[in-house]
């Protein structure tokens, strides 16, 4: 099965993050934190299987890079 | 395993793929970009609290980001599952990480797999070479 990731379902998260169960969006919150608490006060028991932050458009245009290790 | 891009529009798509790290409570999957030219892998320091880890319990590193700035990083071995193989990676967490998505680097992870990216075909394509 696709990862939910990967799917236009996600797309109306952008700028989110979304707590996941057996590919399905369970939560959603302004941090990854509240996303996943939401979660697990809907679940019960049963566990948060992923937590995503789904990217916006400005997200995207980046010049990631992390270098040079000091103590 | 091949990765298809995260991809917002046509021409708005990024190398980001989930990565399951486990935790104190069991295994949960994140999303982490592919980031070759990050020396580590950097979460932001909320993931730490969902896993049930200390962050600060660990090592701690600087990293000099793009800008000259120092990224405090906080260096832990947890173990993790890519691409169907499990295996210990250092991953480090940060309370200064100021982009919402998390950064898969090259320690532990350009050590296990080659890499290879699709932009023309928004794939990313990770095999083993353990």
């Known amino acids: ?71 | 395993m091949r990765f298809p891009y995260f991809q917002l529009e046509k021409d708005n798509f990024a190398p980001i793929i989930p990565l399951k790290i486990l935790g104190r409570e069991g295994w949960i999957t994140f999303e982490a970009y592919i980031d070759s030219g990050a020396s580590f892998s950097i979460f932001n320091i909320d993931r730490a609290e969902i896993l049930g880890i200390h962050p600060k319990r660990e090592e701690k590193i600087y990293l000099t980001v793009g800008d000259g700035g120092l990224l405090e990083v906080y260096i832990h071995r947890l173990q993790v599952e890519l691409s169907d193989l499990r295996f210990m990676a250092q991953i480090g967490f940060s309370y200064q990480l100021g982009i919402g998505f998390n950064l898969l680097g090259r320690k532990s992870f350009f050590e296990h797999f080659r890499i290879c990216f699709d932009d023309k075909k928004r794939f990313v394509e990770v095999y083993n070479i353990m």
């Open chain 1, 1 to 71: 099965m696709k990862n939910i990731l990967f799917t236009q379902k996600v797309k109306k998260y952008q700028g989110k993050y979304i707590a996941v169960v057996k590919n399905k969006v369970v939560s959603s919150g302004k941090d990854a934190r509240e996303a996943f608490s939401l979660a697990k006060k809907i679940l019960g028991r049963k566990k948060v299987e992923g937590v995503y932050y789904i990217p916006q458009k400005k997200d995207l245009f980046t010049a990631l890079c992390v270098f040079h290790i000091s103590n």
